[in-house]
């Protein structure tokens, strides 16, 4: 009925439906056409510029303020194409002077907006944006040197961090490869007068926190430089070569005859904000280098690591990378297609890149995996030549694994077996022979077994075994079996033997919780004074026999082993309801499981899901003696990466709950203050509060606890790996352990540790052994791995850190960790 009234009454319904659809279709053509200018077609950059131009010229009257925020937008978000843009921007203000100007006056607005919201980065493609309009002669250049100085100006502040007066030195010195040449041939006394102001400012800067953020701890073959002394470098070699840079796309020259005519505008004044307390500026970086000219002999040669070509070029693929990281397919086809590939050896820059953002610290841009999903997406769209340059980097860092930090480390070997993953697992082996001569702590043998174990994750153990060599057969994984210690006969002596035979029949009987708790009854304890009438204190043999049967009983995939632990939550509960029983049940775990690493993380964060362990619990038991065989897997440090996340998100959520609730308690308030013509308001608006203040002060003094229980996580970490990797210990440092045991901080655990340690230095000594072993180095960039990886939550406590912990009495090595971190962001 609906549909034919539809039809008999729309005579000249769809003329008015395709007018009123119109300007939407029309904003949608040039937003289209916008993005997509620049891109590969039939017809010259130039000539598609000169058209783009006239028809934005046509619809200026109509959808000029939709033309601005597309050319806003882009200027933020593409900033590979900043060229094309600029030449655009020029030749529309040549042809309209007006919108030049609200064009520069809008730019200015989105970058104080950027700097005041932290959007930094995209703050430095707006500012490169504003400096290349110089050579199209849109904004003139005194007005952009007075902006610079602005810039420059920002390092004299006082009681500021270093990292403002970074970013603002980063923002002046980037922008001069576009425009360096075209300020200084007007503004030569200014600019000499910038960058002499430049020069001083990097000379006095802190550099403490480079050794954290560096991907190897040698030098050789490539330096590793801070990022502001690299572009340094670059800079001074730029403007010894007069300003002439040879790789920049510039459409621009091709219309200097049109846009030397037109009219230039100044820049708005503009001044830094400053500094506040939300002020989150980018941490420092270090410059990732793997190749040089002589990886690839026979192709072009690959521009200097000083040159500013390699700086123009890195920056270019790190934005492609950025804007199209979403969409594989995309970004690899945009990274091979990149302007003037015949002239550079692309593939060499291309893997260098992805690289630096996976290794860089203290965590890469985008997720781990995008980066392997799009270097295979590289090889099947360049299988003749890219996976020979993977090869080789692939090569080149097993090289050099004995130097590289141990969280780059362990995204080596995520990439690594992910890579291998998807091509049958092929590769050479035989030519990594030379790990199975070496120590198995050493960096090779370890790298080679830990990707053989995550390889075996991704297909199964026989696969594995069947792929590598037979001499590689000391660092396979071993056969992942649970290890039941009651399934032999010859174990019927064991205490509990019995129980766990009946445990058997009951569980796969569907016994009820009640029937557990009845079996386990007749189970001994061997802490006999401490049981209770009920039995249910904490009995190390009752918790033993339960899980190795349960877990044995279970078995057969991770989704039998959720389901047992599900069904069973109750008797779990029960029996690890004190902390020796939470860290008792880990331990039978790790029994039960030690051949499989994988079902150990899986099961251990569905306890800590599901509330049978805690988090300080899972720390202990990382930390606890039974694990020390394992204490440097990577396994274990994945464990206690995902438990530390699992503790900061649970503090957030409740924190988001306790903001959510105070700003409902804040609308009600605020519709009472609005509606005060009922007298009778005053005790119905009490009434719906009342319920509100209450949760508000129970959601309070649950955050309070949580940010309570993540302190007292981090601090057992810390004093733990202190204690381990602590060469001396001072009468100061044992102080403050016994200050923090006063507290409720410290572990019983430490005196163990101590115990462990002195061994540990006792048998260097008297054997002449260097106490910088491998087992050292692991664990103090451990130490640096859970600094950086959770960075913004240790930033909370850095006050007790500093005090309880971290004081001078402390190891030098260690306090050196502590005080490379809080320079991250000094």
């Known amino acids: 009925m609906s549909r034919r009234r539809h039809s008999d009454d729309s005579d000249g319904q769809p003329h008015k439906r395709r007018r009123t659809s119109e300007p939407s279709e029309i904003e949608e053509r040039l937003e289209s056409l916008i993005c997509r200018v620049g891109e590969k077609s039939n017809s010259s950059l130039e000539s598609n510029l000169e058209g783009l131009a006239g028809v934005l010229e046509a619809d200026l009257p109509n959808y000029k303020s939709k033309i601005l925020r597309i050319l806003c937008t882009v200027a933020r978000l593409l900033p590979e194409k900043l060229t094309v843009y600029t030449t655009l921007v020029g030749l529309l203000n040549a042809r309209n002077y007006n919108f030049g100007g609200e064009f520069v006056e809008a ?132 403007k010894k070569d007069r300003w002439q840079e040879r790789h920049i796309l510039r459409p621009y020259l091709a219309f200097d005859s049109v846009l030397c005519e037109a009219l230039q505008h100044n820049l708005p004044p503009f001044t830094p904000p400053p500094h506040t307390e939300d002020s989150v500026y980018p941490m420092p970086r270090v410059i990732f280098r793997m190749f040089d000219y002589t990886d690839d002999p026979e192709g072009p040669v690959m521009p200097g690591s000083h040159s500013v070509e390699r700086f123009v070029i890195e920056e270019n693929l790190h934005c492609i990378i950025k804007s199209h990281w979403k969409e594989r397919k995309t970004c690899a086809a945009q990274l091979l297609s990149y302007p003037g590939n015949n002239k550079i050896p692309l593939n060499y820059h291309i893997v260098e890149v992805i690289f630096a953002e996976l290794f860089q610290l203290p965590s890469p841009p985008h997720i781990e ?24 980097a692939t090569e080149m860092l097993y090289m050099r694994l004995d130097t590289m930090n141990t969280t780059c480390v362990d995204r080596f070997i995520n990439w690594f077996s992910h890579h291998l993953s998807n091509f049958q697992f092929r590769w050479s082996w035989e030519d990594w022979s030379d790990c199975l001569t070496q120590d198995l702590e050493k960096p090779k043998p370890k790298f080679v077994r830990e990707v053989l174990e995550k390889c075996m994750r991704l297909s199964y153990h026989q696969r594995i075994i069947d792929i590598v060599p037979a001499s590689f057969s000391v660092l396979s994984p071993a056969n992942p079996v649970c290890i039941y210690k009651y399934g032999d006969e010859s174990n019927r002596s064991l205490p509990g033997y019995t129980v766990a035979l009946c445990l058997t029949i009951a569980i796969k009987n569907k016994a009820s919780n009640d029937e557990i708790f009845g079996i386990l009854k007749d189970v001994p304890n061997p802490n006999q004074d401490d049981d209770d009438g009920e039995g249910f204190t904490f ?70 899901r599901t509330q049978i362990v805690d988090c300080a619990a899972v720390a202990n038991w990382i930390f606890s003696s039974e694990l020390a065989h394992d204490f440097t897997r990577f396994y274990i440090w994945e464990i206690l990466h995902s438990t530390i996340r699992k503790m900061n998100k649970h503090v957030l959520k409740i924190h988001k709950e306790l903001e959510e609730t105070k700003a409902r308690l804040a609308r009600q308030h605020k519709r009472r203050d609005s509606d005060d013509d009922d007298d009778d308001d005053d005790r119905s608006t009490d009434r719906e509060d009342g319920p509100l203040e209450e949760q508000i002060e129970r959601l309070q003094e649950k955050v309070e606890s949580a940010q309570s229980e993540q302190k007292n996580l981090f601090l057992v970490i810390f004093q733990v790996m202190m204690v381990k990797v602590s060469s001396w210990f001072r009468l100061g440092f044992f102080f403050n352990l016994m200050r923090l045991n006063e507290f409720g901080f410290f572990s019983p655990l430490l005196q163990r540790f101590i115990m462990l340690l002195t061994e540990h230095l006792v048998r260097c000594e008297t054997g002449g052994i260097d106490v910088f072993t491998p087992w050292y180095k692991s664990c103090i960039e451990r130490l640096q791995q859970i600094f950086l990886q959770h960075h913004q939550i240790i930033q909370q406590y850095m006050v007790t850190l500093e005090n309880l912990l971290f004081t001078a009495e402390l190891d030098h090595h260690i306090l050196a960790v502590f005080q490379q971190f809080c320079a991250l962001q000094a």
Request: aromatic share 10%; glycine share 2%; net charge neutral.
């Open 107 to 238: 730019m200015i607005r989105q970058l104080k907006e950027c700097l005041k919201v932290n959007m930094y980065n995209e703050a430095v493609h707006l500012v490169r944006f504003l400096s290349d309009l110089v050579n199209c002669h849109v904004i003139a250049a005194p007005s952009m040197v007075a902006m610079f100085e602005n810039f420059v100006s920002v390092t004299q502040e006082e009681d500021v961090p270093q990292v403002r007066c970074d970013w603002y030195m980063f923002a002046f010195l980037s922008s001069l490869p576009w425009v360096g040449k075209e300020l200084y041939e007007k503004k030569d006394a200014e600019m000499d007068r910038l960058l002499s102001q430049a020069e001083s400012y990097l000379k006095r800067r802190q550099k403490i926190h480079v050794p954290m953020l560096q991907v190897w701890t040698a030098d050789k073959p490539h330096p590793q430089e801070e990022y502001l002394d690299c572009l340094w470098s670059q800079i001074q070699k730029l």
């Open 369 to 392: 995996v995008m980066y392997t999903t799009l270097l295979i997406e590289l090889c099947k769209l360049q299988p003749g030549s890219l996976p020979q340059v993977l090869a080789q």
């Open 539 to 608: 009995n190390p043999l009752k918790i033993e026999v339960f899980v190795q049967t349960l877990l044995h009983l279970a078995a057969k995939s991770f989704s039998h082993s959720f389901s047992a632990l599900a069904k069973f939550h109750e008797v779990f509960k029960t029996l690890a309801e004190s902390d020796e029983g939470k860290l008792h049940v880990l331990r039978v775990v790790y029994e039960v499981w030690k051949n499989h690493p994988q079902m150990i993380a899986v099961l251990v964060d569905k306890m800590i």
